[in-house]
């Protein structure tokens, strides 16, 4: 089983490393970016199968990234999970109406459960 | 009024009477024989006449007298008849004459009662005229209080009876009306067991109540009286008569009451919509007209604002996406009394939008067909950007805590993992707390916010020196400098001054700012600080190479304004809470705070501070960008 190429977009660096480092000991191949920008040249270049996306980052917001996320035809099919610390619905809603294929509340994730999140999710990829 | 006469019969009746006809016939019968005999009896005398004819004669004789003798005697008894009539025709036309004066009296009376609309004026009028009606010394109105469940003395006249002052239900004569609701005389006041605790002390003698009656319900008492030691004595019919005279008087009490009901009403409802903070209005529905009220309206016409006048119109300012919300409510509220209090967004004058509160209750007719709807309006624009603001704060700080949170929670997480390194677990282990100080950090900010915003912060002023402050903020800086591979430079004014200031709050300042142009500025970039000063004040700024800060946002900067997308306002290094909590600081240091910045090119961030340091005022002073 080849491994899943994750590419992290967190401009926090502390929740960037414990991330990192996390879903590395899952088996996962970690690409980080500290922002929007950074991150879409990421996933332009890295080929990641998924896109782990904060929302709020200085510069280009989170919304603003995956709007372009999903706008590029590079990075058009890579699935983007929000991992973000705000549970306002209307931003959730937001998110989900721009593509984005699940929201995930980091402070109530261990980083194993992140991990399984992250799986499943791309389980559901391939089944679909 | 035909019963006031009584069994009394007519004179008509009288005449017609089978007695007096019969009488009539008899005499004349009678004095026609006599005259007939007599005639006949001197035609024959002088003759021989037998015995036979003279005993004849004789019987004849008596037979004209005894006719003659009843005659006189019928006579007599006419005459005796006639008498009695004529005494009780007289009696008659005497008490006609009676009524018709009180009749006069009665309509009088009532013609002053219905001019009278104001129940004081009224009440004093009443007792005035029952007074005069019935020729007595005094009068007395007892109004029944229904919610005490007493007598209220409302008003008198001639007695000195306490006016205001309360009789209870149970005693006294205007008690026992009431019981009865019926009229009672008392001829002998004094001895009289009806008499009232309150009243024994009046030199009353007699007296008369009659209920005031108004469509089965009792409004009062009517109790007219005779003082001193007179003797008299009130009669039956004098009671009937004051009894119609309180009828109308209930009437009269009963309207008046209305009337002023009516006017306390209006004049309420005058003070409240003068003093009221909304536009109130009244819609006509059928003729689809309104009125507005207040002082609220008054200000609008002022400003020639628009008031809709029709239904149409006001649906034209109603925001297009709320139409259907505030037409449904409506509708419901006028269908079954559903409550109309909605909220919703309507055009100003401006063509902006305001958002109001509009509450409203539609007065129906006898059939519960809604006629008009009565309502007031209200702004509450500010209030809703207010809640809207506290909930963004909410928000905003809700994720703030809880990215250091998730910070400790997944280093320990991984901390606990026995197949660390060594070294690892040292730095999960940093990391961790290295999160939980920032999340304390994060804890103080948001109490310093609460105080500044309170203007309950306390300042412990002291004299530093910014210069070897700052340069501690840069050298704590290093390690992130290095890792970015950035380069911060410090110069500063030769002989600059000390300044009188909070040495934590200042240090605050200086470090959110420079993690910020640190946050802002690319891989190897340079950022500058200079400080200088005037007379009066110290400058501190520092420019950056970053991408800039577009010009419409740069006067949001400094507010509070955590929407999701003014990612500017948000720290997830540093200290936390953005440049709204440094502006406060700043101001209350007695500074002022600004930005310069070009999109592309760079920003420069700075503030300045008064020499003397003045703990805390808001003044704006030159080195402040707006």
């Known amino acids: ?128 | 009024m035909a019963n006031l006469f009584g069994n009394i019969g007519d004179i008509g009746q009288l005449k017609d009477s089978l007695l007096l006809r019969l009488n009539r016939i008899y005499c004349t019968l009678a004095v026609g024989a006599a005259l007939a005999i007599s005639f006949e009896l001197f035609l024959e005398t002088g003759s021989a006449d037998s015995l036979e004819i003279q005993r004849s004669r004789c019987f004849i004789l008596f037979l004209v007298i005894f006719l003659l003798a009843g005659a006189f005697v019928c006579g007599l008894y006419i005459a005796r008849q006639a008498k009695i009539f004529a005494r009780k025709s007289e009696e008659l036309l005497f008490e006609a004459k009676q009524r018709t004066t009180e009749i006069a009296a009665l309509y009088d009376t009532s013609q002053d009662i219905s001019g009278r609309h104001r129940l004081s004026s009224l009440l004093e009028t009443i007792v005035g005229r029952a007074k005069t009606l019935l020729d007595a010394s005094g009068c007395a109105l007892f109004l029944f209080d229904k919610a005490n469940k007493d007598f209220e003395i409302a008003v008198e006249i001639g007695v000195g009876i306490p006016v205001g002052s309360h009789i209870p239900l149970d005693e006294g004569l205007a008690g026992q009306v009431a019981k009865n609701m019926a009229p009672l005389i008392v001829n002998d006041y004094r001895r009289s067991p009806f008499r009232s605790k309150a009243l024994q002390q009046y030199p009353i003698s007699a007296a008369v109540c009659v209920p005031m009656i108004r469509d089965g319900e009792l409004i009062g008492v009517l109790g007219v009286n005779e003082c001193g030691n007179t003797k008299r004595k009130f009669a039956d019919a004098e009671a009937r008569l004051l009894s119609l005279f309180a009828h109308n008087a209930a009437s009269a009490v009963f309207n008046a009451r209305l009337m002023d009901a009516l006017q306390n009403s209006k004049e309420r409802f005058r003070i409240a919509a003068e003093c009221a903070s909304d536009i109130v209005y009244d819609w006509d529905l059928p003729t689809d007209s309104v009125k507005y009220f207040g002082a609220v309206t008054e200000r609008a016409r002022e400003k020639h604002s628009f008031l809709p006048e029709t239904r149409k119109e006001y649906w034209d300012i109603v925001h297009p996406e709320d139409r259907d919300r505030v037409r449904r409510a409506l509708e419901e509220h006028l269908k079954d009394g559903t409550p109309f209090s909605v909220e919703y967004r309507i055009l100003d004058e401006n063509g902006s939008h305001i958002i109001i509160s509009d509450r409203a209750t539609a007065i129906r007719n006898s059939r519960g067909v809604p006629v008009k709807l009565i309502g007031a309006v209200s702004n509450i624009t500010e209030r809703k950007q207010a809640e809207q603001m506290k909930s963004d704060f909410v928000s905003f700080v809700t994720h703030q805590l809880r990215t250091p949170l998730s910070g400790v929670k997944w280093m320990l997480e991984l901390a606990a993992d026995s197949t660390n390194s060594p070294e690892d677990l040292e730095s999960f282990i940093r990391d961790a707390r290295l999160s939980t100080d920032r999340l304390i950090g994060l804890v103080n900010d948001l109490l310093d916010l609460s105080r500044l915003e309170r203007g309950k912060l306390q300042i412990n002023p002291e004299d530093i020196e910014m210069d070897a402050l700052t340069r501690g903020v840069i050298e704590e800086m290093h390690p992130l400098l290095s890792e970015k591979e950035q380069s911060l430079s410090c110069q500063v004014a030769a002989h600059f001054p000390v300044v009188s200031a909070d040495a934590q709050l200042l240090r605050q300042v200086i470090l959110n700012f420079t993690s910020n142009a640190m946050k802002y500025t690319p891989r190897g970039g340079e950022m500058k600080i200079r400080m200088h000063y005037d007379d009066a004040f110290v400058y501190w700024e520092i420019e950056d190479t970053g991408i800039g800060i577009p010009k419409s946002d740069q006067t949001m900067l400094f507010e509070k304004f955590y929407r999701a997308g003014n990612a500017i306002a948000v720290e997830t290094e540093g200290t936390g809470l953005g440049l709204y909590l440094i502006r406060l600081i700043v101001e209350r240091l007695g500074g002022s705070i600004g930005c310069e910045s070009r999109e592309g090119v760079g920003s420069t961030f700075k503030f300045s501070l008064p020499l003397h340091g003045n703990g805390g005022s808001n003044e704006q002073h030159p080195g402040s960008v707006n």
Not at chain 1, 25 to 48: C, H, R, Y
Not at chain 1, 78 to 90: F, G, Y
């Open chain 1, 1 to 128: 089983m080849s491994s899943i190429r994750a590419l992290l977009i967190e401009d926090d660096r502390f929740l960037r490393k414990a991330c990192e480092v996390g879903l590395k000991k899952q088996g996962f191949v970690v690409l980080t970016a500290e922002d929007g920008e950074s991150g879409i040249q990421q996933a332009m270049d890295g080929s990641p199968d998924i896109i782990l996306l904060d929302m709020l980052m200085p510069g280009l917001s989170g919304i603003e990234t995956l709007k372009v996320l999903k706008s590029e035809e590079r990075t058009r099919a890579i699935p983007v999970v929000i991992l973000s610390n705000s549970s306002v619905e209307a931003d959730i809603q937001k998110a989900m109406d721009l593509g984005a294929a699940g929201y995930l509340v980091k402070a109530s994730l261990s980083l194993q459960e992140l991990g399984r999140h992250v799986r499943s999710f791309l389980d559901k990829q391939s089944d679909s």
